[in-house]
């Protein structure tokens, strides 16, 4: 199965999800086991914090890296052995990384240590992202519309609605910021959750596509770009509210992206696929690696490399001038 570890592919095979129970109360848990191969094994999202990144993955593998890719090390004291889906820093040493069954780790020294704050262990519920408005209210949103509440840093977590009295059962695949501070989810069937207030409330905006967004990024002109299945990308140039179709020369599903320091934005997915755009967003150019591999995200390593992580962990791309 290509990629069969995308953070929204994974919710493909959850068929029978156990109810999401409030047990805060942790139970015992099993460490990431430390690996030489940590960074050769699936990797699922990166965040990159100043000079050091901090990449995240299956079996609870937390990897960083202080010379933009060169060589990564493992963190210590990972309280985890789930599939991690997601990473983000609130700034240079508190972050935080959700996952599978639930799990929302936090680190306060810049992801070399974590610590558990929140687990499921008897229900399956997927994280894919999470967000801070502040240093003490965030927000964590996954499958099935679950949302999880935080009003003290991160110290304890609860389950809310992602709308009140709504209805909607929608996987919430991503979770994003733009300079103004409000939130975007992208989710099924072409449906953008907007939260205005830091994540406390959340409207719903159609778009004009049917299928799944499986992620997203504010760029660096204030437009919004989201994309998702069969190569679909939009660009949002109104906070959202409207959404134009981005040429993308491609059908193959995307699944992560980032933007340069010049400009450049990079957009990555299965079967090998990067996406090259020098417009914002407006037109990419469709490249193919030869060894056509799946990668879930990607981040600036300089303006002429990107590093790629996914199926076969980190592994660095050239970029044509």
Request: hydrophobic content about 40%; some cysteine; charged content about 20%.
């Amino acid at each position: 199965m290509e990629l069969k570890m995308l953070k929204i592919i994974f919710v493909c095979a959850l068929t029978a999800l156990a109810p999401l129970t409030h047990a805060n109360a942790m139970e015992p848990y099993e460490y990431a086991q430390p690996s030489s191969l940590a960074s050769k094994a699936l990797l699922l999202d990166v965040a990159e914090i100043g000079s050091r990144l901090v990449a995240v993955g299956e079996y609870g593998h937390i990897i960083y890296s202080d010379d933009r890719g060169g060589n990564w090390t493992q963190a210590k004291n990972v309280p985890t052995r789930n599939t991690l889906t997601s990473v983000t820093f609130l700034d240079d040493k508190t972050g935080f990384a959700v996952g599978h069954d639930a799990t929302i780790l936090k680190t306060e020294d810049g992801g070399e240590n974590w610590s558990l704050k929140y687990i499921e262990q008897r229900g399956e519920n997927p994280l894919f992202g999470l967000q801070f408005s502040g240093a003490t209210y965030g927000v964590a949103v996954g499958a099935f519309s679950t949302v999880m509440e935080t009003k003290d840093g991160g110290e304890t977590w609860a389950q809310r609605p992602l709308i009140e009295n709504g209805y909607d059962d929608f996987h919430l695949n991503d979770l994003f910021k733009d300079a103004a501070g409000n939130l975007y989810i992208p989710a099924e069937f072409g449906v953008v959750y907007k939260s205005k207030d830091g994540g406390r409330t959340f409207t719903a905006i159609q778009t004009a596509y049917e299928g799944s967004f499986w992620g997203g990024m504010a760029l660096a002109n204030n437009s919004l770009l989201i994309w998702g299945m069969r190569g679909n990308a939009y660009v949002s140039r109104d906070k959202g509210q409207s959404w134009v179709r981005s040429e993308t020369n491609t059908d193959q599903s995307i699944s992560g992206g980032t933007q340069l320091a010049n400009g450049t934005i990079l957009l990555t997915g299965l079967s090998g696929l990067v996406l090259v755009s020098k417009d914002n967003g407006r037109t990419f150019e469709a490249n193919v690696r030869a060894d056509r591999l799946s990668f879930a995200a990607v981040s600036s390593k300089s303006d002429g490399e990107v590093l790629l992580y996914g199926d076969p962990g980190v592994l660095s791309q050239e970029l044509a001038n």
